[in-house]
């Protein structure tokens, strides 16, 4: 099907719900490029929400008794559709976001790995097992499994709206969930289109998956119907709000905000290979990367190396929209003022910049940014202290290893981070100590494209986990079961036992457990 016939199908889908809501109000999304109408959607209101949500209740049962050998089956469906139109796809996100079409793909693809990953290990991680009954309960049998909650509401961001939501969805969906997705006012064709997706792959459990469109108070809305979870990627304001309004229902929330990640670069790293890794981690995707590298720390030993690599690095980096450019425009005009604002400090702060050598009079427009790095900053200027979520990178020297893991564990965000040494006994060391909730040792990132790996952070980063057996579990709850095997000659759990049963169990409780000091 052409995007074309998908954006139909999109139409219908969201006409459908329209058209039953009496939903009028529409908006546009543009191309950031070009300021070009990629997409005109409804914006859903209450009532709209609310009737999605009543729709999706049955479908999550429909959904949750095809079982993991069903639900399975049908995620390789979906998967194998998205792997088949990824050019597709890619061409919209490059519309509608304004990433280089690589990029795109990059991001498709993980979205598909992730997807067959959840698919794969549901049972075995969520099925139910037996566990040791332990010593009280030896005439037991004690059963554990993870049944799904529902119908769960994710609220996306635009900078990765295929991943990144596809973080949430994908492991809610093979849990046995139900999904009503509110995808950015940035990206909304995105994630119409995924919907749209899901509707003609797996046509027999469409209401599974769908998707609800409008700005902050559709996904408001979304918090306020009897959802069984919410799983919110976005800023850490936005997010508070969120979590206060599920409070006001016991709904509960999973958080996945904003990072300011560091890079430690050690006495003995390569350099050139973090230099690399730095400027990717940094500028990729127009430095609009939850885990994006924003500081790097240098000891002293390889800080001049570092430096003059990185310098040399970024004067090759154009951001433009054609298909040699190496990133986009800002999605989201107004970040181009706050990434302005952290250079200006940065710079009255007496911190010196390097700049790529591209010339912004040839950009095609106010969204192009121009890479920048920034040397010397202190480290209460808002360029190390703020989430800057643009193509910037601050680079500051220090002593050794451990004065780097000191500052780059200073800040209140903790989501990802880097960490460039030789040793791996001293990389790995460093790693663990980062106060963050992934870390890569000589790459960067790379934990996003390991499906088994938890993603989440600590701190404003958020709580909760997607990805792997701990995404898995996060949308279910534990269901514990016991069955009695044989009956004892005295049950301690009964009016009847005698009082020299309690005297017996303390005797040999106190035997076992009271050598210990
Ligand atoms: P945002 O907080 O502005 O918006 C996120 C989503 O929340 C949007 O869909 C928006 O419409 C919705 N929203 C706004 N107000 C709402 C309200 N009151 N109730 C419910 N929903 C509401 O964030 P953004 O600008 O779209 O995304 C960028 C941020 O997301 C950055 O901070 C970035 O670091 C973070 N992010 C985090 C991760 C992660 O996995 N931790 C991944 C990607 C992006």
Redesign the pocket.
Known sequence: MSLAEQMDTVTDGAAGTVDRHATTRTFESTDPATGAVVGVLPVHDDDAVRETVERARPAARAWAELGFDGRKQRLNAYRGYLARRMHELADLVHRENGKPHGDAILEITLAIDHLAWAGAHARKTLGSRKVRAGMLAANHAAYLEYQPLGVVGV??????PVF?PM?SIAYALAAGNAVVF?????TPAIGAWLAAAWRAAVPDAADAFQVVTG??E???A??RPGVDKLA????????R??MA?CAENLVPVLM????KDAMIVDDDADVVAAADAAVWGAMSNAGQT??GIERVYATSAVYDRFVAEVTEQVRTLRPGSDDEATYGPMT?ASQTGIVRRHLDDAAAAGGRSVRGDADPSLFPNENYLPPAVLLDVPESSSAIRE?T?GPTLTITKVRDAEEALERANATSYG?GGSVFAKSKARGLDLARRMRSGMTAVNSVITFASVPALP???VGE??FGRIHGEDGLKEFTRAKAITRQRVALPVNLMSFGRPASATDAVARVMGMIHGRHR
């Open positions: 609220i996306g961001p635009w900078n990765y990144t973080g509110k995808p950015s006012e940035y700005y902050g559709t996904g408001a979304l918090c919110f990627t976005g800023s850490a304001p936005t997010g709000k969120v309004a996945e905000l904003g990072g939850c885990i989201m989430e979520f989501l993603f989440g952070g980063s958020g």
